[in-house]
């Protein structure tokens, strides 16, 4: 066997033996994933918008419910679980209640710009449907917030916080 062949052989085989320990590394998985999710989902949109430039087959207002999912997942991000529970955060104006808020307001908004994606889908895309409509700025709109919904859950979620004491 060649000897290159042998020492890819041997890092794949460290990197696997590594992979066990993904707890130890569960943050930096939860933001690679997380970023994928947000990198793919502004990736299928920036696609539509040079694919169809015409206003006629993508009106570029539809780019607002984007916008407003990328605020939303920085604003329930921002909020640590510690400081919704008022473990961590008991002073200022309005103490825990304050976070509760910040992260009710994110996922307000975080839902309803998935909600007004359907809508964009559904009524201008789908429901309009003549030979030449393109559907496809629909669904990269729709696809675009789901997976910045997605990415927002998983970095929620898929994060700890026990280093952040």
Known sequence: MP???????ENVGSFCENWGEAGERRNFLASIAAGALFSVGWWCVIDAAARYPDHKDFNHAYHVCGVVATFA???VNTVSSGQVRGDLYTDGCIG???????????LMLSFGSLIGACWILFGAYVINVSVDTHTWPGVAIFLQNLLIFFSSIVYKIGRTEESWN
């Open 73 to 75: 997942m920085l604003m």
């Open 96 to 106: 825990p209640y304050g976070a509760r808020i910040w992260l009710f307001l994110g």
């Open 3 to 9: 000897g290159c062949c042998i020492a890819l052989r």
